[in-house]
C-alpha cells in the first residue's frame, strides 16, 4: 500500500488539547471534502459533491479506498473522467479492468455506508439555468447554487456541534468551487450577511483548506460527482447504473436545480 501523509483533524485546525479531549474532537469534529465536474464542454449539467464524516471514519475510509486502488492496479490518483475516457495513466484500460476498478470502490462506500459519512450532490441543470437568467439578471452563479446546497446543507449531530466551528471544508484548489466558497465565508464572517448574528454556516467552519487529487476524499467526491453527473448529461444505462449506486451504497442526499427550482428558489437571485 502506498504511503500517504495522514493529518489528524486537531493538527490541522490548529487545536491544542489534552489527550482526555482527543477522542471527544475526533467523535464530534467533521472533515468534508467536496469536488465538482460537468459534460465534456460544460453545456448540459454541473455538479458539486460533498462527502462529511467525523475523523474517526475517514482514517478507515481512506486505507481501503487506497487498498482497492492498489488491489486495480492503479499507482496514480483517480480521476473519473480520466479513467472512463482511457486518458492519462487510464489510456489503456479496458472495459472490464475499469468495471472490476468500479465495483471495488462501490465496496468501500458500501462497507462505511452504516457510518456516519454522508454525501451532498447538487446539480445545476445549464440550459435551465441560463434561461432562468434571462429572467432574473442578478442569479448568482451556478457554482454558488451548488455551494449553497452542499455545504449550506450539512447535517450535523449534536456531537458534531458541541465545539465551535467543528467543520474543516476540503475544496479541489483547481474548481471554481473553492473560489466561491472561500468568497462567502470571508465575506460572512469579515462583516457581511452574517455579520452580528455569528449564526448561519460560515460560523461553523474553522477553516477551508485547498486539496488536490493526492487526496483520497477529493478522488472519492469526484467518484460521486461524476456519477451523478453522468445520469443527467446523458441518461444511459451506465449513467442510471452509477445515480442508483450512489443513492444505494452511501447515505446520499441530492438536489437538481432545474428552471422551475432555480426561480422558486432564488427569485431575487
Not at 493538527?11 to 467523535?27: F, P
Not at 479492468?97 to 441543470?125: D, I
Request: charged residues 25%; negative net charge.
Amino acid at each position: 500500500m502506498r504511503e500517504r501523509p495522514y493529518f489528524p483533524l486537531t493538527h490541522l485546525a490548529g487545536i491544542h488539547v489534552s489527550d482526555e479531549r482527543r477522542l471527544h474532537i475526533a467523535i464530534a469534529g467533521t472533515k468534508a471534502f467536496y469536488d465538482g465536474t460537468h459534460d465534456e464542454r460544460c453545456e448540459q449539467a454541473l455538479t458539486l459533491t460533498g462527502l462529511a464524516a467525523p475523523e474517526s471514519v475517514w482514517e478507515a475510509f481512506e486505507k481501503d479506498w487506497d487498498a482497492a486502488l492498489v488491489e486495480n492496479h492503479v499507482y496514480e490518483d483517480l480521476h473519473m473522467r480520466e479513467l472512463m475516457h482511457n486518458k492519462g495513466y487510464f489510456a489503456d484500460f479496458g472495459h472490464a479492468e475499469k468495471m472490476k476498478l468500479v465495483a471495488s470502490l462501490w465496496n468501500v462506500f458500501g462497507k462505511h455506508r452504516p457510518t456516519r459519512m454522508r454525501a451532498y450532490s447538487c446539480t445545476v441543470l445549464l440550459p435551465d439555468y441560463e434561461r432562468a437568467k434571462n429572467t432574473i439578471l442578478t442569479l448568482r452563479e451556478p457554482e454558488a447554487i451548488c455551494v449553497n446546497y452542499c455545504v449550506g446543507g450539512l447535517q450535523l449531530t449534536e456531537e458534531e456541534l458541541s465545539l465551535p466551528k467543528p467543520i474543516l471544508l476540503y475544496f479541489d484548489r483547481g474548481e471554481p468551487f473553492m473560489h466561491t466558497i472561500n468568497r462567502v465565508w470571508e465575506k460572512a464572517t469579515h462583516g457581511g450577511e452574517y455579520f452580528g448574528t455569528k449564526r448561519g454556516w460560515p460560523y461553523q467552519i474553522r477553516n477551508i483548506i485547498p486539496a488536490d487529487r493526492s487526496y483520497l476524499p477529493i478522488q472519492a467526491a469526484d467518484f460521486l460527482a461524476w456519477s451523478v453527473n453522468r445520469c443527467h448529461c446523458t441518461g444511459d444505462v451506465l449513467g442510471s447504473a452509477f445515480a442508483l449506486s450512489a443513492k444505494l451504497m452511501v447515505q446520499h442526499f441530492t438536489w437538481v436545480y432545474d428552471y422551475d427550482e432555480i426561480v422558486k428558489d432564488y427569485p431575487n437571485g
